[in-house]
């Protein structure tokens, strides 16, 4: 059955250094979301994403933040310049169409130190 | 804005009996609603869900949730579970925007007693 994979499952950093997070939807999906979940908190919506332009984001989303489909499988989130506070399992998912189910891919946990 | 609430955020249960997990939602249309599975480290798996016709949906690992529009609710059920079934639930409701995004409850952490 087909999956969302992400890239890498873990992934620390120091404060203000960029992270790139990789994610592979379902092959034949056309949406595209990131989503994260701080520890203990519940999963909070960051970004919308379909046909290679934002459709909706959170007040999360700000200017340290970025979203890329650079080519036909991959749909990347980037964090310029990471703060403690960013420190968080990140969660892409992609659903095929209108109304479909959104599948979730099974996390990148980011410990910003 | 559409918003979730899952009232219990622990429940303890013994293996073999019933479970049923709570949630109300608010949204100003007719809601998608899903009922997703975390385990311990894991990604979300989905449950169930529900777009629109019998307000009784069944799901997987013999999972069922009722949608009542009266009430606002999509509470998610099991006759009888297994230790299995530990882990932690979320309910989420799904906007019928463009970007349909997901918004999800506090989730509930489910023990399971031998």
């Known amino acids: 059955e087909p999956e969302v994979t992400q890239t890498p499952s873990h992934q620390v950093t120091q404060m203000g250094q960029e992270v790139i997070l990789r994610c592979v939807p379902i092959?034949?999906?056309?949406?595209f979301y990131w989503y994260r979940q701080i520890l203990g908190q519940k999963v909070e919506f960051l970004v919308s994403?379909?046909?290679?332009?934002?459709?909706?984001k959170s007040e999360i989303f700000d200017d340290q933040f970025s979203v890329e489909r650079p080519d036909g499988s991959n749909f990347t989130l980037k964090i310029r310049s990471t703060k403690l506070e960013d420190s968080a399992m990140y969660f892409c998912?992609?659903?095929?169409?209108?109304?479909?189910?959104?599948?979730f891919g099974p996390g990148t946990r980011l410990l910003v130190l | 804005a559409q918003s979730v609430t899952q009232p219990d955020i622990h429940i303890t249960v013994s293996e073999g009996a019933s479970l049923e997990l709570r949630c109300n939602y608010s949204?100003?249309?007719?809601?998608?609603l899903f009922w997703y599975v975390q385990s311990p480290g894991q990604g979300l798996q989905l449950l169930l869900k529900?777009?629109?016709?019998?307000?009784l949906v069944q799901g997987i690992k013999g999972f069922e949730a009722e949608f009542k529009r009266s009430q606002s609710s999509f509470n998610l059920r099991k006759p009888s579970v297994h230790w299995s079934d530990a882990a932690e639930y979320f309910c989420?409701?799904?906007?019928?925007?463009?970007?349909?995004?997901?918004?999800f409850g506090g989730g509930t952490r489910v023990l399971v007693k031998p």
């Open positions: 949204y100003g249309a007719t809601p998608y």
């Open positions: 998912a992609s659903r095929s169409g209108t109304i479909e189910t959104q599948y």
């Open positions: 989420a409701v799904g906007a019928q925007a463009a970007g349909n995004k997901l918004t």
């Open positions: 994403f379909y046909n290679n332009e934002i459709s909706e």
């Open positions: 529900y777009f629109s016709g019998d307000t």
């Open positions: 092959s034949n999906h056309l949406y």
